[in-house]
């Protein structure tokens, strides 16, 4: 078997909703919708090992931390496991008075009855009942005609109302899922749906859930987010109704759908952290939220620590998260080439001058910091990066500020090196390449010890230099030390440009300086000195660019 140059023999098409009156594209998002974390219950079906209790518990406290008020728990009728966490949540009283937990069940009589006994007790509770109404499952799966289907959904309903009623001490809100909504006749979902909504005759002030799934994506998102406002437009009682939106990702875009969902009337988003569920998985919540935020909406979740988080979700689900998962992966905030390092580096620098501004750095939709993530990964170096990614390690962790033009020069070193190597360079491994180059360099000669002299505004220097085995004395005087150094020396030299810096501060700080030299009219070398001593980290510098320019000629 291989793939068909036909492929049309075997796939169709999803055919395009008319609707050319649609109003959703020129809407935009301006609030969080009400979330509903379905980890505990689809997430929870898609793994390869479903939750012990435990895991399931250490889950749901994390959701109820995130910000989460609508959980669904488990699917009851379905499981011991299920039923028996259901009722360590009600008889351990777990559930905070403003989080609502959800549990599914199956349009079937034993099943919902079972679901309702699991919830006895509980102050409030989502029921959510669901069979599939598109035309290949009322075929393949139930043998049914059309009406067949809306009386199993209408007998559920029936059957909820009379079990809710047998329980008045709980506060219920009813669910209802036409499984496959995004497969199915836009008006036969409708008429299920009316027909559910007639029996439980929902007001404004009680309202029902209608929750519409693309169970199996497949179309592009706009597709979805005219079935939304087609129905929003038809169906009854829209004011007794909460739209909740249910996208899977089989196509790569749940999210985009449950985006333009929303655009198109959805009041509700059903999905799991970092995308969990069902084959490619739900929408992913995480991702739909902070897209939120960095439109300058609140998502009304709370990811401060999403690596903590992550860690959490990947030892209940036993799955990894990928590492250019949206936000979350351990790269998504790195850059490893050059014009990205580049344009970030500026943007850290200007952003620096005005923490309180707009966020502008180039290449990052997000700030870090904002969901807990230091700014250590945001730049590692390869072969494919340039002086800024080695410029910003250099400045953020040892505080070394190299000058442009030495910046140039040094990132020539480490590509040699990341050529050689063909791996990634760490900052230490940097540094050490730095201290190889240039700090190191002491050789043919070696600033053994210098005496400064000032008198009338005139300095003298004596140097004692190691030269091959020998140690010499080199006399000169100048207007400065850097001046009277140059002078004594036994080749004739130019600076063509210095710099200096502290690194650190206090007792403990440092002074860097830095020395562009031309040697007997040769190439313009670079040096670099550190010492506690600014005048002795000059005189180091020079040392290293004299150095240098001999082991290049
Ligand atoms: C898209 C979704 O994620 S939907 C949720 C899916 N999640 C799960 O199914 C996880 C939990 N489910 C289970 O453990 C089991 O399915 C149970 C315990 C609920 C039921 O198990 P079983 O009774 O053995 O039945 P099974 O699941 O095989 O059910 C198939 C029968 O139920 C019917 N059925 C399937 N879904 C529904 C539904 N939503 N409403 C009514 N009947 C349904 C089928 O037509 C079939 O009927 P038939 O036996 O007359 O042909
Ligand atoms: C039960 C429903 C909502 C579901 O999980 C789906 O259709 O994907």
Same mark, same amino acid.
């Given at each position: 078997?291989?793939?068909?140059?036909?492929?049309?023999?075997?796939?169709?098409?999803?055919?395009?909703?008319?609707?050319?009156?649609?109003?959703?594209?020129?809407?935009?998002i301006?609030?969080a919708p009400i979330w509903a974390s379905s980890d505990l219950r689809d997430g929870n079906q898609s793994l390869i090992e479903p939750m012990?209790?435990?895991k399931k518990?250490r889950l749901f406290?994390t959701l109820?931390q995130v910000g989460f008020?609508q959980i669904e728990v488990g699917?009851?009728?379905?499981?011991?496991?299920?039923?028996?966490?259901?009722?360590?949540?009600?008889?351990?009283?777990?559930?905070?008075?403003?989080?609502?937990?959800q549990?599914l069940?199956?349009?079937?009589?034993?099943?919902?009855?079972?679901?309702?006994?699991?919830?006895?007790?509980?102050?409030?509770?989502?029921?959510?009942?669901?069979?599939?109404?598109?035309?290949?499952?009322?075929?393949?799966?139930?043998?049914?005609?059309?009406?067949?289907?809306?009386?199993?959904?209408?007998?559920?309903?029936?059957?909820?109302?009379?079990?809710?009623?047998?329980?008045?001490?709980?506060?219920?809100?009813?669910?209802?899922s036409?499984e496959v909504f995004s497969?199915?006749?836009?008006?036969?979902?409708?008429?299920?749906?009316?027909?559910?909504?007639?029996?439980?005759?929902?007001?404004?002030?009680?309202?029902?859930?209608?929750n519409l799934p693309a169970t199996i994506e497949a179309a592009t998102p706009?597709?979805y987010a005219?079935?939304?406002?087609?129905?929003?437009?038809?169906?009854?009682?829209?004011?007794?109704?909460?739209?909740s939106l249910h996208t899977h990702n089989d196509r790569g875009t749940g999210v985009a759908a449950s985006e333009l969902g929303l655009?198109?009337?959805g009041?509700r988003v059903e999905g799991c952290l970092f995308g969990n569920g069902e084959r490619t998985g739900n929408v992913d919540l995480v991702t739909m939220a902070l897209n939120l935020y960095t439109q300058?909406?609140?998502p009304k979740l709370d990811f401060s620590d999403i690596d903590g988080l992550r860690k959490i979700v990947e030892d209940c689900n036993q799955l990894p998260v990928h590492p250019r998962h949206p936000y979350v992966g351990d790269l998504v905030h790195?850059?490893?080439?050059?014009?990205?390092?580049?344009?970030?580096?500026?943007?850290?620098?200007?952003?620096?001058?005005?923490?309180?501004?707009?966020?502008?750095?180039?290449?990052?939709p997000i700030?870090?910091?904002?969901i807990g993530r230091?700014?250590?990964?945001?730049?590692?170096?390869?072969?494919?990066?340039?002086?800024?990614?080695?410029?910003?390690?250099?400045?953020?962790?040892?505080?070394?500020?190299?000058?442009?033009?030495?910046?140039?020069?040094?990132?020539?070193?480490?590509?040699?090196?990341?050529?050689?190597?063909?791996?990634?360079?760490?900052?230490?491994?940097?540094?050490?390449?730095?201290?190889?180059?240039?700090?190191?360099?002491?050789?043919?000669?070696?600033?053994?010890?210098?005496?400064?002299?000032? *008198?009338?505004?005139?300095? +003298?220097?004596? =140097?004692? /230099?190691?030269?091959?085995?020998?140690?010499? $004395?080199?006399? #000169?005087? !100048?207007?400065?030390?850097? *001046?009277?150094?140059?002078? +004594?020396?036994? =080749?004739? /030299?130019?600076?063509?440009?210095?710099?200096? $810096?502290?690194? #650190?501060? !206090?007792?403990?700080?440092?002074?860097?300086?830095?020395?562009?030299?031309? =040697?007997?009219?040769?190439?313009?070398?670079?040096?670099?000195?550190?010492?506690?001593?600014?005048?002795?980290?000059?005189?180091?510098?020079?040392?290293?660019?004299?150095?240098?320019?001999?082991?290049?000629?």
């Amino acid at each position: 078997m291989s793939m068909l140059k036909d492929p049309s023999r075997k796939y169709q098409a999803f055919p395009p909703i008319r609707l050319t009156d649609r109003t959703w594209p020129d809407k935009t998002i301006t609030q969080a919708p009400i979330w509903a974390s379905s980890d505990l219950r689809d997430g929870n079906q898609s793994l390869i090992e479903p939750m012990d209790t435990e895991k399931k518990l250490r889950l749901f406290k994390t959701l109820v931390q995130v910000g989460f008020k609508q959980i669904e728990v488990g699917f009851p009728s379905a499981s011991q496991t299920d039923f028996d966490f259901i009722r360590t949540l009600i008889d351990d009283k777990l559930i905070p008075d403003d989080v609502t937990i959800q549990v599914l069940t199956q349009a079937r009589e034993d099943l919902i009855s079972r679901t309702f006994e699991s919830l006895k007790g509980s102050k409030q509770a989502i029921v959510h009942v669901y069979n599939a109404v598109a035309p290949a499952f009322r075929r393949i799966v139930f043998n049914q005609e059309k009406q067949g289907v809306v009386q199993i959904a209408v007998k559920a309903a029936q059957l909820m109302k009379q079990q809710a009623a047998a329980y008045p001490d709980t506060h219920w809100t009813f669910q209802y899922s036409p499984e496959v909504f995004s497969s199915t006749e836009l008006d036969f979902a409708v008429e299920v749906c009316n027909a559910v909504l007639d029996v439980w005759q929902p007001t404004p002030e009680h309202r029902v859930i209608l929750n519409l799934p693309a169970t199996i994506e497949a179309a592009t998102p706009n597709v979805y987010a005219d079935q939304i406002e087609w129905f929003c437009r038809h169906i009854s009682r829209r004011d007794s109704v909460w739209i909740s939106l249910h996208t899977h990702n089989d196509r790569g875009t749940g999210v985009a759908a449950s985006e333009l969902g929303l655009m198109a009337g959805g009041d509700r988003v059903e999905g799991c952290l970092f995308g969990n569920g069902e084959r490619t998985g739900n929408v992913d919540l995480v991702t739909m939220a902070l897209n939120l935020y960095t439109q300058g909406i609140d998502p009304k979740l709370d990811f401060s620590d999403i690596d903590g988080l992550r860690k959490i979700v990947e030892d209940c689900n036993q799955l990894p998260v990928h590492p250019r998962h949206p936000y979350v992966g351990d790269l998504v905030h790195t850059a490893f080439s050059g014009s990205h390092q580049d344009a970030i580096r500026k943007g850290f620098t200007l952003q620096r001058t005005n923490p309180e501004g707009l966020w502008e750095v180039p290449y990052l939709p997000i700030d870090p910091a904002d969901i807990g993530r230091s700014y250590e990964a945001v730049i590692r170096v390869n072969s494919q990066s340039g002086k800024g990614g080695i410029t910003y390690l250099l400045e953020q962790e040892y505080g070394i500020s190299l000058p442009r033009r030495l910046q140039i020069e040094f990132s020539q070193v480490v590509q040699k090196e990341t050529d050689r190597c063909g791996l990634e360079m760490t900052a230490p491994q940097i540094y050490a390449l730095l201290e190889q180059e240039y700090l190191q360099a002491n050789s043919p000669y070696q600033l053994k010890s210098h005496r400064l002299q000032e *008198e009338n505004a005139r300095c +003298s220097v004596d =140097v004692e /230099v190691g030269f091959n085995s020998d140690l010499c $004395h080199w006399q #000169g005087v !100048g207007q400065g030390p850097l *001046e009277a150094l140059v002078a +004594s020396l036994p =080749v004739q /030299v130019e600076i063509m440009d210095y710099s200096e $810096h502290a690194i #650190g501060s !206090g007792t403990q700080a440092k002074a860097a300086a830095y020395i562009e030299l031309r =040697v007997e009219g040769g190439r313009a070398i670079h040096g670099i000195g550190i010492d506690s001593n600014i005048t002795t980290a000059s005189f180091r510098a020079l040392f290293s660019a004299l150095n240098r320019t001999s082991h290049q000629q």
